[in-house]
């Protein structure tokens, strides 16, 4: 099976600007997790999508969205990007939430 | 909610030695913890878990036990070889959301 796969694999941007990000879970799984790595910070949950469904989000300002499609691919979405927002963005796709969670290799976003 | 809290932050040990990372979990309905590596420039992966039906799992030379009384588990490292040097999280689902802990650098001497 293939992985997870995330594009793009790295992302320079301004403040102000907005950005897109995109997951491809593996095929079967419906439930797709995001998280903000950072090195003070380590991995927080951003949001996680089941069926289309949100179904928890983290702490994190609305400036940051996302969505799930019927195929199970997933997007997030910042607006008005803050120089706070560099981090690496990984996303996570499992059969259901108890299940192992396999990760993508991840989009470095970096804001100037 | 959750919080996960993982110590040591970053651990040396020489090569051969053993490895032990400990962490503590607040959520008493939590039943499933799982441990993962993360290498320079990738995702993190899966390497152990355990559910809360049992109290230690092997791996050949990973193990991790589990103390639900005291809501903490470990990954334990023996035999440690310098491609084990990467960073290890733990982990703590939760209603929909897994709470990770902060991380533990792990270095093997050669």
């Known amino acids: 099976k293939a992985g997870v796969t995330q594009t793009p694999r790295y992302l320079i941007k301004t403040r102000g600007q907005q950005v897109t990000l995109s997951c491809s879970p593996i095929?079967?799984?419906?439930?797709v997790s995001w998280y903000q790595q950072t090195p003070g910070q380590g991995l927080q949950f951003l949001f996680e999508?089941?069926?289309?469904?949100?179904?928890n989000k983290g702490n994190f300002p609305g400036r940051f969205s996302g969505r799930q499609f019927s195929n199970s691919r997933s997007e997030m979405n910042v607006s008005t990007l803050e120089l706070g927002d560099s981090a690496l963005y990984l996303c996570?796709?499992?059969?259901?939430?108890?299940?192992?969670?396999?990760f993508g290799p991840g989009t470095r976003l970096t804001v100037l | 909610g959750e919080n996960v809290e993982q110590h040591p932050s970053t651990l040396s040990v020489q090569e051969g030695d053993s490895a032990v990372i400990k962490c503590t979990y607040s959520d008493s309905a939590s039943n499933y913890f799982p441990w993962y590596k993360q290498e320079l420039g990738k995702g993190p992966q899966l390497i152990i878990d355990i559910r809360s039906n049992v109290g230690e799992k092997k791996d050949q030379r990973i193990a991790v036990t589990l103390n639900k009384t005291a809501k903490h588990f470990s990954l334990h490292i023996t035999e440690t070889q310098p491609e084990d040097s990467a960073v290890y999280f733990c982990?703590?689902?939760?209603?929909?959301?897994?709470?990770f802990g902060i991380g533990t650098k792990l270095q093997v001497i050669p």
């Open positions: 999508y089941f069926s289309e469904t949100q179904r």
């Open positions: 095929s079967g799984h419906r439930s």
């Open positions: 996570a796709s499992s059969g259901d939430y108890l299940d192992t969670q396999y």
């Open positions: 982990a703590a689902p939760a209603l929909h959301k897994v709470t």
